[in-house]
Nanobody, 124 residues
């Protein structure tokens, strides 16, 4: 079982940027699709982005398309989420997750390992 540890969350103002990181343990990182999800208070968990094994394919949720960028560094076992033009609606706990079998997917059931989450709060 892989362990995932997110970092980089915080309190920012609308329009600011943040970069989240997710460090993975174990030797399966480079062979796994990685994803970011988020959950706002009182709402269901929402797909944010995913990235293929060799960084060739990415996919984004409609609400973040054009503002967020997912990337990975397989040498560092780390996946990143660059978030630009943050809006108050982006306030949530952000989770990274591992998808060891399937291709890039918005379906959280295809992800078998999750981090503990990092809080992102965007003030107006």
């Amino acid at each position: 079982q892989v362990q995932l540890l997110e970092s980089g969350g915080g309190l920012v103002q609308a329009g600011d940027s943040l970069r989240l990181s997710c460090a993975a343990s174990g030797r399966t990182f480079s062979s796994s699709v990685m994803g970011w999800f988020r959950q706002a208070p009182g709402k269901e968990r929402e797909f944010v982005a995913c990235i293929g094994r060799s960084e060739g394919r990415t996919s984004y949720g409609n609400s973040v398309k054009g503002r967020f960028t997912i990337s990975r560094d397989n040498a560092k076992n780390t996946v990143y989420l660059q978030m630009n033009s943050l809006q108050t609606e982006d306030t949530a706990v952000y989770y990274c997750a591992r998808n060891p079998i399937y291709s890039c997917s918005i379906d959280e059931l295809r992800y078998d390992s999750w981090g503990q989450g990092t809080q992102v709060t965007v003030s107006s």
